[in-house]
Protein backbone atom coordinates (compact mmCIF):
# COMPACT_ATOMS: atom_id res chain seq x y z
CA UNK A 1 0.00 0.00 0.00
CA UNK A 2 1.45 3.86 -0.69
CA UNK A 3 1.22 5.52 2.36
CA UNK A 4 0.02 8.85 0.87
CA UNK A 5 -1.39 10.48 4.45
CA UNK A 6 1.03 10.23 6.97
CA UNK A 7 0.24 9.97 10.67
CA UNK A 8 1.96 13.32 10.83
CA UNK A 9 -0.46 14.42 8.80
CA UNK A 10 -3.61 12.47 10.70
CA UNK A 11 -1.92 14.33 14.01
CA UNK A 12 -2.22 17.56 12.21
CA UNK A 13 -6.08 17.34 10.80
CA UNK A 14 -6.93 16.22 14.30
CA UNK A 15 -5.51 19.04 15.98
CA UNK A 16 -7.78 21.63 13.94
CA UNK A 17 -10.61 19.32 14.78
CA UNK A 18 -9.50 19.25 18.32
CA UNK A 19 -9.43 15.94 18.50
CA UNK A 20 -7.17 13.85 20.87
CA UNK A 21 -6.48 11.04 19.28
CA UNK A 22 -4.34 7.86 20.76
CA UNK A 23 -1.73 6.32 19.10
CA UNK A 24 -3.48 3.24 18.02
CA UNK A 25 -5.79 5.60 16.93
CA UNK A 26 -3.45 7.72 14.58
CA UNK A 27 -2.89 4.63 12.97
CA UNK A 28 -5.80 3.55 12.54
CA UNK A 29 -6.94 6.61 10.95
CA UNK A 30 -3.62 7.05 9.01
CA UNK A 31 -4.50 3.45 7.40
CA UNK A 32 -8.17 4.26 6.53
CA UNK A 33 -7.35 7.75 5.33
CA UNK A 34 -4.96 5.67 2.79
CA UNK A 35 -7.65 2.96 1.98
CA UNK A 36 -10.60 5.84 1.49
CA UNK A 37 -7.74 7.06 -1.25
CA UNK A 38 -7.30 4.32 -2.66
CA UNK A 39 -10.63 3.31 -3.61
CA UNK A 40 -10.89 6.71 -4.84
CA UNK A 41 -7.89 6.02 -7.37
CA UNK A 42 -9.90 2.69 -8.67
CA UNK A 43 -13.24 5.07 -9.16
CA UNK A 44 -11.08 7.58 -11.28
CA UNK A 45 -9.89 4.51 -13.23
CA UNK A 46 -13.59 4.47 -14.92
CA UNK A 47 -14.76 5.28 -18.11
CA UNK A 48 -17.45 8.29 -17.92
CA UNK A 49 -17.15 10.57 -20.60
CA UNK A 50 -20.59 9.09 -21.94
CA UNK A 51 -21.90 9.31 -18.41
CA UNK A 52 -24.58 11.78 -18.13
CA UNK A 53 -23.77 13.85 -15.39
CA UNK A 54 -26.82 13.46 -12.59
CA UNK A 55 -28.58 14.62 -8.98
CA UNK A 56 -30.10 11.69 -8.44
CA UNK A 57 -29.62 7.97 -9.69
CA UNK A 58 -33.53 8.10 -10.06
CA UNK A 59 -34.90 11.21 -11.88
CA UNK A 60 -37.71 12.24 -9.66
CA UNK A 61 -40.16 15.41 -9.80
CA UNK A 62 -41.59 17.27 -6.78
CA UNK A 63 -45.31 17.29 -6.24
CA UNK A 64 -46.27 20.42 -4.51
CA UNK A 65 -49.65 21.13 -3.70
CA UNK A 66 -50.86 25.06 -4.84
CA UNK A 67 -49.92 27.58 -2.18
CA UNK A 68 -53.40 28.64 -0.97
CA UNK A 69 -54.04 30.91 1.72
CA UNK A 70 -56.77 28.89 3.92
CA UNK A 71 -58.05 30.10 7.44
CA UNK A 72 -55.46 29.32 11.00
CA UNK A 73 -56.29 29.09 14.42
CA UNK A 74 -57.57 31.98 15.69
CA UNK A 75 -55.15 34.33 17.90
CA UNK A 76 -56.76 33.30 21.16
CA UNK A 77 -57.36 29.82 20.80
CA UNK A 78 -53.57 29.67 19.59
CA UNK A 79 -52.50 31.60 22.95
CA UNK A 80 -55.13 29.82 24.99
CA UNK A 81 -52.86 26.51 26.59
CA UNK A 82 -49.63 28.60 26.38
CA UNK A 83 -47.85 29.08 29.86
CA UNK A 84 -47.37 32.83 28.93
CA UNK A 85 -49.08 35.11 26.93
CA UNK A 86 -49.06 38.89 26.61
CA UNK A 87 -52.01 38.45 24.77
CA UNK A 88 -50.28 38.82 21.35
CA UNK A 89 -47.34 36.90 21.45
CA UNK A 90 -45.97 33.46 23.85
CA UNK A 91 -44.02 34.72 26.87
CA UNK A 92 -40.82 32.84 27.19
CA UNK A 93 -37.71 33.24 29.30
CA UNK A 94 -34.42 35.08 28.01
CA UNK A 95 -32.12 32.65 26.70
CA UNK A 96 -29.08 35.12 26.30
Do not use: C, W
Not at 42 to 61: F, S
Amino acid sequence: MDTRITREEVRHVALLARLELSEAEEERMTVQMNGILEYMDKLNELETKEVEPTTHAIQLQNVFRPDLVQPSLDREDALANAPGTDGVNFVVPKVF
